[in-house]
């Protein structure tokens, strides 16, 4: 069935340092691919999204292509901060649905020193 | 512009009690969506709703009942509450027009803290 999954938290890591969260998945048809953001006590909000092959995807400095080829749409930040500190999660909505449902990863938990 | 609201947000409750959580959208969403998050977990549908008067069941609907009778307002009741439960349960909603494949962004409440004992 329809899945997905990310890599498994927490990840941990110093102020200014480069992330990187995986994320692939399993769909038929031609989903669109999501990254969702946690912060602690909060519902989730959208941090980016991607509705083809190729697309790129970017907010707040958070990058993520969505690869046909690999099944991935991996979340990457070149210089994080503290306030990034938060919950990841990767998710698709199946392109031949017309009920905008998501299916969502576990998460990862990204906690950013100073 | 208040977005997706949910009341209570948070509650205890015994073995066998009922409750109903509220969700309400201000956005003239027509799409709105239940999820319950157990811990380490991402989020799963229990049940969804494409507009006023149609719901669906989503991944994990036993235990839960829903009705959509305005569009503003998505109510999730527990009949029995059990332990399994005991989850964080967020609304959220999108907006799509009318027979278009829907892959818009979902709003999200800030969630429902439910333990049940």
């Known amino acids: 069935g329809d899945s997905v999954t990310q890599m498994e938290g927490p990840v941990t890591l110093s102020e200014e340092a480069f992330l990187t969260i995986n994320c692939t998945y399993t769909?038929?048809?031609?989903?669109?691919l999501f990254w969702y953001v946690q912060y602690p006590g909060e519902g989730l909000q959208l941090l980016l999204k991607?509705?083809?092959?190729?697309d790129k995807g970017s907010n707040k400095g958070f990058e993520a292509t969505y690869r046909k080829e690999t099944t991935s749409f991996h979340l990457e930040k070149g210089s994080v901060q503290v306030s990034d500190s938060a919950v990841y999660f990767c998710?698709?909505?199946?392109?031949?649905?017309?009920?905008?449902?998501?299916?969502f990863g576990q998460g990862t938990t990204l906690q950013v020193k100073p | 512009n208040a977005g997706v609201t949910q009341t209570p947000k948070f509650r205890i409750l015994k073995i066998g009690q009922s409750m109903t959580l509220q969700c309400t959208q201000d956005?003239?969403?027509?799409?709105m969506y239940w999820y319950r998050q157990d811990p380490g977990m991402g989020l799963k549908l229990i049940y969804y709703?494409?507009?006023?008067?149609?719901?669906d069941k989503g991944e994990v609907p036993n235990g839960y009942n829903v009705s959509r009778s305005t569009t503003e307002d998505f109510p999730l009741r527990l009949e029995l509450a059990a332990p399994s439960q005991t989850s964080v349960y967020f609304c959220?909603?999108?907006?799509?027009?009318?027979?278009?494949?829907?892959?818009?962004?979902?709003?999200f409440g800030p969630g429902t803290r439910l333990l049940v004992l």
């Open positions: 959220a909603s999108s907006y799509s027009p009318a027979r278009t494949v829907n892959q818009e962004t979902q709003y």
């Open positions: 769909a038929t048809g031609y989903p669109s």
């Open positions: 991607a509705t083809k092959a190729d």
């Open positions: 998710a698709l909505s199946l392109g031949a649905s017309n009920t905008g449902k998501l299916i």
């Open positions: 956005m003239n969403h027509n799409y």
């Open positions: 709703s494409v507009g006023a008067g149609i719901t």
